[in-house]
């Protein structure tokens, strides 16, 4: 049973960043839902088409993945975006979310939980596993108990491409050995860029690049 849509007009839905194959999915569940109407699309087509109401982006490479939603949240704060991806761990969907992501689909979801998600991010809410959630809240409460966010400062070179692969939700050892530096390194850098933002944990340095430092880049 199909999720009623309380809207005047059919909800534009873009598809970014899918296969084929997967489109074509796509437009067979959509095509017994009078009520929305869905469209491949291009990241520069998404952050220029105001007729779109919702991207619905997979999830391949996070870092890709996540600075793309973090720019269709700068360039269209009011454009409802939803990730879908292979059996994500929760950080990885806690930074999607952090990101800008109002909800978050397994491949294998069914046509009806499809439906369902996009109806209930359309209505206003977040459509995510209650765990992931309920770990993302409590994040945020201690993120802001004593946040003052600073804006006016330039990152290096360095710092720029931890904060990018930080927003991917990779580990320390990760990301030093992406980078080819010490893990202990990669702590400072992070610490630093913590009281350079004035921010007190991962998450929240996540949440400030992602949607203000990250989502700038227009390139």
Partial sequence: MNPVFQRDVPLRI?????????????????????????VTTTLSEAMAD??????????QN???????LAKLKTQRPSLKL??????????????????????????TASPELVTQCIAVVDSGSIWAPRKVLSKFVDRMLHATERR?????FNFT????????LLVAARSNREIAESLGIEERTV?????????KVGV????????????????????
């Fill in 200 to 219: 007190q944990n991962r998450i929240a340095l996540s949440i400030h690049a992602a949607s203000r430092v990250l989502g700038t880049d227009k390139s």
């Fill in 187 to 195: 702590k400072a850098y992070i610490a630093r860029l913590m009281r």
């Fill in 157 to 164: 070179g360095r710092e720029q491409e931890v904060l990018r």
């Fill in 82 to 107: 939803i990730v879908m991806g292979s059996h994500a761990n929760e950080e990885t969907i806690i930074s999607a979310i952090a990101a800008g992501a109002k909800g978050y689909l397994e491949e």
């Fill in 50 to 59: 105001t007729t779109l109401d919702m991207v619905l982006v997979s999830l």
């Fill in 14 to 38: 873009g598809l970014l960043d899918f296969e084929p194959i997967r489109v074509a999915g796509f437009e067979t569940v959509f095509s017994e839902v009078p009520s929305v109407d869905a």
């Fill in 62 to 68: 996070p870092l890709d993945s996540f600075e793309t």
């Fill in 148 to 152: 003052v966010l600073r804006h006016n």
